[in-house]
Each structure stands twice: as structure tokens, then as C-alpha cells.
């Protein structure tokens, strides 16, 4: 069964979790959609019987499994796949390895903080060390709360830090070590993010956009606006993401203007922006593209706008939906 099979799938429609002996053999017979709830929800000795089997499987496998376990939890909040995600933290093939840290996004445990942390100094593939930062910033922002010892935050903002100073290191993997401290007060992320902007690296000045946002700090907002006016789609999109994040009312107008661009990346973000900054000129925007998608019976669309009017609404606006010049 494809991921977007599995996407559609209503919660009484999902196939109905097969005991191990028959997760043991779909795994076998490389029968993905029984094999997939079989390994959701699995106690201590059922993951040792399962070991045997998963460590012998082809690594194209194990891959397809980890990516179906991401869209299958998506779909339905009861299936759990951390047990499994965890086993293959050390896989060989550095392609499971980031699978693995995307099914376990939604460990917020300490233990796994501490995992994330090892991986982005230690893994010898970038692209993992990567995934395990993305899931760092998560960390970050839960440090902020309170909701993680200060201790742990300290230990993966020094693991940040040095990734960032070390020019010797791609720029993506410095770039992506910026973009996941960010998301906390650490003293050195305002200087960061001016390097990075200053940067003649696009990808550099990319990611100082998205750290403005994740910074919740205003200081940022001219720079934001300057950035909508960017010849470059990634650029503005960033600009448009980070406008939102930052409530930024004076970047409604050209926020506005970027919903005719054509690029259907950007008219989303716009939207989501556009929701998070609320106020009746925000929601005046929002009113004129929910009549547009309607006319043109864009379902996906539809159901964005009317979330971003939803929050939009839930911060206190009116929407005055006869008043569309």
C-alpha cells in the first residue's frame, strides 16, 4: 500500500493489527501493509523477535517501512512505531538512519534529546546529521518552556555551536546548526543570524530568514519585508514564513501582491502567514482567495484558507465578509 493509500484511509478503513507471528512473516513475504500495523505498539519481547527478522531485510525496505510509518501514524494517532524508529538510530544505510529520526518526531524525552545530540556531532553521513538537528530545534524551542532540564538545552546549544563556528564544515550542515539554536534566546543567535544574512551563500541567507522567524524577535522585521521583495522563490518564501511567525502587519501588502506570483509554495505560506497575523485586513485577503479557490473547486486551498481565517478569528478579528473591494 502506497503512502497516499494510506493517507486516504479513514480510521475504520485501516487494516487491523496482525499478532507477530504474521508481522514476522509479512516481513518475510515483504507484504508492507501487514508487516506496517504489526509493528506498531510492540512490547519489549515482541521487538527482540522482531530484530532478527528487520536486521536481515533489504535496506530498500527497511526505508519504505520507516517512510509507510510516517504516514500511517500521521493518519491514525493510535499507532505508535517508536520502538522500531529506535532500533534503526544505527543503521548502516544512512537513508534509514534519517527515516528513523522522522518517525520518532514526536519523542520529547530526554533520552532521545540526548540520541539527537550524539548523532549530529558523531553520524558520518550529512544528511543524518542533519535530520538529527531539525529535530534538535524542536528541543530548543520545549527548553524555552521550561519543559526540558536546562542542563540537557546547554549540552546540544554547545554541540550547536561548534558546528556553526567550524567554517571548515559544509555550509549545510552549518546553516541547518543556526537554524535549529534559533529557536531559543541563546546570546550568540542575533549575531549568528546577522552573519549568516550578510553571507554572499544563498542558502545562508535562506536560513538566516527562517532563524529570524523561529527568534520571535522584532528586531528582524524591516529585514523580513526587505527579503519579500526577493527575485529569489526560496528567499521569499522564508520571508513570507518568517513575516508570519513575527506578526508583522506592515508585510500584509506585499504579502498580498506575493498571492499572485503563480507559485503555489508561496500562495500557502501566504495564506498560513496571512492567518498568524490576523487583523481585518489580513482576513480581507483571506476572504478574496477562499472566493477565488472556490471558483476554481481547489479543495486543498480551500481547507488552508479556511484554517488561516480560523486562527485569524481566534486572535479577537472580525471578518467582514461583504467587505471585499
Known amino acids: 500500500m502506497s503512502d497516499m493509500e494510506i493517507e486516504n484511509l479513514t480510521p475504520d478503513e485501516l487494516p487491523q493489527k496482525p499478532d507477530i507471528k504474521e508481522t514476522l512473516s509479512a516481513l518475510k513475504d515483504d507484504d508492507s501493509t501487514t508487516a506496517l500495523y504489526g509493528l506498531s505498539n510492540l512490547i519489549s519481547e515482541e521487538v527482540k523477535q522482531i530484530l532478527g527478522v528487520w536486521s536481515e531485510l533489504p535496506s530498500t525496505q527497511r526505508r519504505k517501512l520507516l517512510r509507510d510509518m510516517v504516514s500511517a501514524s ?78 540537557e538545552i546547554a549540552s546540544v546549544q554547545e554541540t550547536l555551536i561548534d558546528i556553526w563556528n567550524d567554517e571548515r564544515l559544509p555550509v549545510e550542515l552549518r546553516r541547518r546548526a543556526l537554524e535549529a539554536i534559533s529557536n531559543g534566546s541563546h546570546e550568540m543567535v542575533p549575531n549568528a543570524i546577522r552573519e549568516a544574512y550578510k553571507s554572499d551563500d544563498t542558502l545562508m541567507t535562506i536560513s538566516a ?50 498571492t499572485t506570483s503563480g507559485d503555489r509554495e508561496i500562495l500557502e505560506v501566504v495564506i498560513s502567514s496571512l492567518g498568524e497575523i490576523g487583523g481585518n485586513e489580513s482576513l480581507r485577503f483571506l476572504n478574496i482567495l477562499a472566493e477565488q479557490a472556490e471558483e476554481q473547486e481547489d479543495e486543498d486551498l480551500t481547507e488552508a484558507i479556511d484554517e488561516a481565517i480560523s486562527i485569524a478569528s481566534a486572535m479577537g478579528s472580525e471578518i467582514f465578509l461583504d467587505d471585499i473591494d
Not at 84 to 96: C, H, M, S
Not at 222 to 240: F, G, H, M, R, T
Open 74 to 151: 500521521e493518519t491514525d494517532v493510535t499507532l505508535s512505531f517508536e520502538e522500531v524508529a529506535k532500533l534503526n538510530l544505527t543503521d548502516p544505510d544512512a537513508d534509514v538512519r534519517s527515516a528513523a529520526i522522522e518517525v520518532l518526531w514526536e519523542n520529547e524525552s530526554v533520552e532521545h534529546l540526548r540520541q539527537l545530540n550524539t548523532i549530529a556531532k558523531n553520524d558520518t553521513a550529512l544528511q543524518v546529521r542533519i535530520a538529527a538537528m531539525s529535530a534538535i530545534g524542536k528541543f530548543i524551542l520545549l527548553g524555552e518552556y521550561g519543559e526540558i532540564p536546562e542542563e
Open 209 to 258: 530568514l527562517f532563524a529570524m522567524g523561529a527568534s520571535y524577535d522584532n528586531q528582524w522585521e524591516e529585514l523580513v519585508i526587505k527579503e519579500l521583495d526577493n527575485d529569489d522563490a526560496e528567499i521569499q518564501y522564508e520571508a513570507a514564513k518568517a513575516a508570519g511567525a513575527l506578526s508583522i502587519t506592515e508585510a500584509i501588502p506585499k504579502l498580498a501582491e506575493l
